[in-house]
């Protein structure tokens, strides 16, 4: 009886399995696909050169965790996709409700005032805060003395430097803080209102009002 060439007969099995598809080099081979040729193999070894029964095992075992892995790929795929969706909506509960942006910007509504909050790591010799209405013209200056490390709750009642109640609208706060001769600016969190909830490059963003976005692992304070 004549014998086949082992890679010969692993050819003409392949040209089978693959008989009416369109050649394509992406294609992954199926576990059926991987018994055929594996039973081929078989049947066509040389019996005068057999192969090694540890040969074919180590086959076996490697298509055994590639084909694990691929399905603890997929899982992990679906699992990131609920994920998802249950972030999406624990996000979309926030609509409506109030969120510190570290924007500097902030509503002013009738009868209340602007709060915001600036993190001083090293504390500060002064600290100036200066409010601009949406046309940039500076409405109200206050200047405070020594602040020490921490956080620091700055509040604007409203009015200008006249004494004067601003219209309702958006706000522009600023804080400068002399930082023991160095002098800079520092960026207030100021609370708005959500508008929506996407999720973009695996994280969750907060729109704003006005106009800015915040990602939920940034927000450390939610106000109704």
Sequence with gaps: ????NTSSAVSAQLSVVNTGK????????????????FTTQLQNQNPLDPVKNEAFVAQLAQFSQLEATTKMADSLASMSSTMQGDRLMTGSALIGKKVASPTGTAELV?????????????????????VYDSNGVKVFNQTMGRQQP???????????????????????????????????????????????????????????????????????????
């Excluded at 706060?173 to 207030?188: H, K, L, M, N, R």
């Design 1 to 4: 009886m004549a014998v086949m």
């Design 22 to 37: 369109k050649a394509n080099t992406e294609d992954e081979m199926s576990q059926q696909a991987f018994l055929t040729l």
């Design 110 to 130: 009738d009868g209340a005032n602007v709060t915001g909050v600036l993190s001083l790591a090293k504390g500060a010799n002064s600290v100036s805060l200066d």
């Design 150 to 224: 921490g956080d620091l709750t700055v509040r604007w009642d409203g009015f200008n430097s006249q004494g004067e109640r601003m219209a309702p609208g958006r706000y522009k706060v600023v804080a400068t803080v002399d930082e023991f001769g160095q002098v800079s600016q520092v960026p207030i969190s100021t609370p708005s209102t959500v508008k929506s909830v996407t999720f973009t490059n695996n994280e969750l963003m907060l729109e704003l009002h006005d106009g800015s976005s915040v990602p939920l692992s940034g927000v450390q304070r939610i106000d109704s």
